[in-house]
Structures are given as structure tokens and as C-alpha cells.
């Protein structure tokens, strides 16, 4: 069986008791980095093997854990935080094990989308998740098409582009829109800044430095 398990993404409370008893009863647990890991299974003493597999090696890994998992070894997938496969590795490795008819389960558990798009205050009936824009060869390609959506859309942003992303909204939108910028989501210093894309344009470059975790969450097209 392979398991694919969300860890917490911040909060190390924030994870299931069946989450933990999958990771101490499996043979291996594969991690997007294990230091990340390890400090969760050390919290809750569990013992278990780690192994890394990330995007740098999951190619090379695939076959041989394919090959453990159809030998009746049981193995759990986590990224660093929240579900492995939303914008972590884990779409390979679920693709090989369903091609070879591995029997596989995802548990329910932390994700930053879902508390981000609830604590928007915009329209969450329905929504458009995005996750990272192309940092540059069709960005704003696009971004154009999900501004013609008529429905809220989700975008994960680095600290770094978060500014840009505004700029860019408010340059090919028709008008100002509803943003709702959520960052550390469970974490300390978790932070929700709602308001106009103009007016949080404003309150981005009023600040130093933004750190942290971004998910933004956008008004859509008014139709």
C-alpha cells in the first residue's frame, strides 16, 4: 500500500492520529527532505525509516519503489508541508502506482488552500485553483485567462514575487480587485491582509520585507 500523508504546515499539532499511525506502521516513509521530517517524527517518537525523494531525484527513485511496494512493503509519501502533490512531489509516484495496479490512499489533512480561500471573505462556492504562476515565459499569458474567469481563483505566491503578482493583476485587470493575501498559514505569525489590489499594492511596499508562505485569493470577473 502506499500512503500519501499531509503534514502539518505549521503547527506540528496539526496532524491526524491516523496520520500518525500510518508513519509509525509503514516501512519507509519518503520525504521531501528528511531534516524537514524528522523533527515531526521526532516530536511523536516514531522511528520509522526516512528516504528522501523530491523533484531532483523522484525520476531515478521511481522503479525501485515501485518494486518495493509490489514486494508487500507498505510506504508513506509526505512532503515538507500539507499534501504531497499539490504543488510537491508526489504526481510520478502516484502515476507509476496506479499504472501497476498498486493499491494506494490519500488521508485527509492540513493544506493552505482551503483555510486561505474560507478566510477570503470572497465568493468560495466555487473557485479556480492555480497554484505558482510561470515565473516568466507566459506569466502574463496566464494570468489574463484567469482574469477572465468569473470565479474567485487561488494563487501561490513566493515572498519575493508576491508584489509583482499585484502590480501585474492591477495592469491587465479591468478593474480593482478584492484580494485576500493569507501568509504562515497555522504558523506564529500568520497573518490575513484583505482589501483592493490597489490598497494592498500600497501596504506590500510599505513593508521592508514579506516572509513566509503566500496564498493569495483573487476576485473574479465581474459578469
Known sequence: MLYLVPTPIGNLEDITMRALNVLKNVSLILAEDTRVTKRL??????????SAFHAHNEHKRL???VAQLQ?????????????PGISDPGYLLVREAVASSIELTC????TA???AVVMSGLPCDKFHYEGFLPQKKGRMTRLKYLLSIPHTFVL????????KALKQIAELSEFDRKISI???????????IRGLN?????????????????VMVVEGLNV
Do not use: C, W
Open 107 to 110: 488521508l485527509p489533512g492540513a
Open 156 to 163: 501561490y505566491e513566493s515572498p519575493h514575487r508576491v508584489l
Open 182 to 192: 493569507s501568509r504562515e498559514i497555522s504558523k506564529m505569525f500568520e497573518e490575513n
Open 41 to 50: 517524527l521526532n516530536k511523536y517518537e516514531i522511528e520509522t525509516p526516512l
Open 63 to 65: 522503479e525501485s519503489i
Open 71 to 83: 514486494e508487500g512493503q507498505d510506504i508513506a509519501l509526505v512532503s515538507d508541508a500539507g499534501t
Open 198 to 214: 490597489s490598497e494592498l499594492i500600497v501596504e506590500i511596499e510599505s513593508r521592508k520585507a514579506v516572509k513566509g508562505e503566500i
Open 113 to 115: 488552500l482551503i483555510p
